[in-house]
């Protein structure tokens, strides 16, 4: 669980650490829980796109848990499939 501390920081509820935020390519917000990775291979990187579980459940169907065991996911945009308000 995520919280707010005092200075306006994310942090872990449970152990008071501040948290990764990371942004999501769906919704564009900065989230705890966003997460992907995506192996499509851009040049000599790999794909970074985040999607927060939320908007892959939605607009996907996919749970977010899954692609976190899934060793070969490719984000929706590498799908082409990606109807976030940029891609479309
Ligand atoms: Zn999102
Ligand atoms: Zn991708
Ligand atoms: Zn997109």
Request: aromatic share 4%; proline share 3%; glycine share 6%.
């Amino acid at each position: 669980m995520a919280m707010e501390n005092m200075n306006g920081q994310i942090v872990n509820a449970a152990t008071g650490e501040p948290m990764k935020m990371k942004n999501c390519h769906q919704c564009h917000k900065m989230r705890s829980d966003a997460d992907g990775n995506c192996v499509t291979k851009k040049g000599a990187t790999t794909c970074v796109l985040k999607y927060c579980p939320k908007c892959l459940l939605t607009r996907y169907g996919e749970i977010g848990e899954e692609l976190a065991v899934n060793d070969n996911w490719v984000c929706p945009k590498c799908r082409k499939i990606c109807n976030c308000s940029w891609c479309r």
